[in-house]
């Protein structure tokens, strides 16, 4: 999708001052790759958005390397990550040429496609870039059962010469959630604001477990229970598996 100019700027500020440790969150998933499959000497991040996990994945593992589909997102990245491979592309169709010890989707990216073939494709391109005996980690939005309808929520942040504000109105058309968000700044330039229509698919847990079996990963599970940061569970969980 398009964002607005002021998003990929203001969205790590957000994300942060809600209490998101993006270190904490990527030492947490290389604990769980670990745990199945040894210690990753290479990660991909599959919709890196601004580096910021990728920063905390750049500590622990010393090649890594992004990809998103937003270009404005990739420069905030970029400013932060020299000298780390990003690239523009979507998840359903990269091709980088190479393997990876661990592959990562976070954010819950995975579920904006609009699809069951559209969900295999995207597993079935960060699959092929999973090193046989490596991992791939995504993470799904709420499964039908689980999501709440019009479920609201609002963010404030108050820093010196600028307030920002973030609200946003949950609904569900089909199998898809709309969220309805809008954004407001107040600085010294003036106020502004925008709306945004996030978009995601409530696949069901089996449909995630058959793309990664299509995609040649034998050993696949949900971890229900991961919590990260600020004490968040990942929501519904952390589909993980190992290519064999």
Same mark, same amino acid.
């Given at each position: 999708?398009?964002?607005?100019p002021?998003?990929a700027e203001l969205?790590?500020?957000?994300m942060?001052? *809600?209490?998101?440790?993006?270190r904490?969150?990527?030492?947490?998933l290389?604990?769980?790759?670990?745990? *199945?499959?040894?210690r990753?000497?290479?990660?991909?991040? &599959?919709?890196? !958005?601004?580096?910021a996990?990728?920063a905390?994945?750049a500590e622990?593992?010393?090649d890594?390397?992004g990809?998103d589909?937003?270009?404005?997102?990739?420069?905030?990245a970029?400013?932060?990550?020299?000298g &780390?491979?990003?690239?523009?592309?979507s998840m /359903?169709? @990269?091709?980088?040429?190479r393997?990876?010890d661990?592959?990562?989707?976070?954010?819950?990216?995975v579920?904006?496609?609009?699809?069951?073939?559209?969900? /295999?494709g995207?597993?079935a391109?960060?699959?092929a870039? =999973?090193?046989?005996?490596?991992?791939?980690?995504?993470?799904?939005?709420?499964?039908p059962?689980g @999501?709440?309808?019009?479920?609201v929520? !609002?963010?404030? &942040?108050?820093e010196?010469?600028?307030?920002?504000?973030?609200?946003?109105?949950?609904?569900r058309?089909?199998?898809?959630?709309?969220?309805? =968000?809008h954004?407001?700044?107040?600085?010294?330039?003036g106020?502004?604001?925008?709306d945004?229509?996030?978009? @995601?698919?409530?696949?069901e847990?089996e449909?995630y =477990?058959?793309a990664?079996?299509a995609?040649g990963f034998?050993?696949?599970?949900?971890?229900?229970?991961?919590?990260?940061?600020?004490? *968040?569970?990942?929501?519904? !969980?952390?589909?993980?598996? &190992?290519r064999r």
């Open positions: 999708m398009e964002y607005a002021d998003h969205y790590d500020l957000l942060r001052t *809600r209490g998101k440790d993006y904490g969150e990527a030492k947490t290389v604990e769980l790759a670990t745990a *199945r499959a040894g990753p000497g290479s990660l991909l991040d &599959v919709g890196c !958005g601004t580096g996990h990728l905390g994945f622990l593992v010393p890594v390397a990809v589909v937003a270009e404005g997102m990739l420069a905030v970029a400013e932060q990550l020299p &780390v491979p990003l690239h523009l592309g /359903r169709e @990269f091709d980088l040429g393997t990876f661990l592959v990562v989707c976070l954010g819950n990216a579920a904006c496609m609009p699809t069951v073939r559209d969900l /295999r995207a597993v391109a960060m699959g870039h =999973v090193a046989p005996g490596g991992v791939l980690i995504a993470e799904p939005w709420w499964f059962d @999501f709440l309808e019009g479920h929520a !609002g963010h404030l &942040v108050e010196e010469g600028r307030i920002v504000s973030r609200v946003s109105h949950a609904r058309v089909g199998d898809v959630t709309h969220h309805e =968000v954004f407001t700044v107040a600085d010294a330039a106020v502004r604001g925008w945004e229509v996030l978009k @995601f698919t409530l696949f847990p449909e =477990v058959e990664f079996r995609a034998v050993d696949v599970e949900l971890a229900p229970a991961l919590t990260l940061s600020g004490g *968040r569970r990942v929501a519904p !969980g952390l589909f993980v598996g &190992v």
